[in-house]
């Protein structure tokens, strides 16, 4: 059973992320949730922070880890001895950027293949970046993100006034 390497900003994690996380553990042996540590874009959550909340949303899950990383990702990969990446595909929108992503990997690291999850069609419309749209405009986000994300969300937003 393959040992898999999830990545993303996860600025701050979602359900749809989840989502993708608890059927990677099902399936593999071992999944490693790599947060990029340095997103080029101005993050709202630290690494620190999202490091934290996906260490606690992933509580229940013996086989998964929560790591942070930096750098090419197929270096990380290989350093990790993983043998897959996984990406989460919520619609064919997400198509084009992931295909140039996952070439420009295999280009790098022949050896790195990328899986591509469909993600549940509950959360086919979700992404961090809508989920702190909703948040920071005063909609109510409980059921689009794990509740010790939600309280997280609102400090944050409350914190930045
Ligand atoms: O959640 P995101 O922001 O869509 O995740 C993007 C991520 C982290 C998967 C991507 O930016 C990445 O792999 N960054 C690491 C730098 C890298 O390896 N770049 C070349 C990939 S083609």
Redesign the pocket.
């Known amino acids: 059973m393959p040992k898999v390497v999830y990545?993303?900003?996860?600025d701050p994690v979602t359900n749809g992320h989840m989502n993708i996380i608890e059927r990677c553990a099902e399936r593999f042996e071992q999944v490693i949730v790599a947060v990029?540590v340095n997103?080029e874009k101005e993050p709202l959550f630290s690494a620190q922070e999202r490091l934290e909340m996906l260490r606690l949303c992933c509580g229940h899950l013996p086989n998964v880890e929560v790591d942070g990383f930096s750098?090419?990702?197929?270096d990380y990969v290989r350093r990790r001895g993983a043998d897959f990446i996984v990406k989460g595909l919520r619609a064919i929108s997400d198509f084009e950027s992931e295909l140039?992503?996952a070439l420009?990997?295999r280009r790098l690291a022949p050896e790195v293949d990328t899986l591509f999850m469909m993600t549940d069609v509950e959360y086919s419309f979700l992404s961090s970046h809508i989920v702190k749209e909703i948040a920071r405009l005063g909609g109510a986000v409980g059921n689009l993100v794990p509740p010790a994300v939600e309280e997280r969300l609102r400090r944050k937003l409350r914190s930045e006034g």
Do not use: C, I, R, W
């Not at 990545?7 to 996860?10: D, K, R, V």
């Open positions: 990545p993303g900003s996860f990029l997103v750098g090419l990702l197929v140039q992503q420009m990997n």
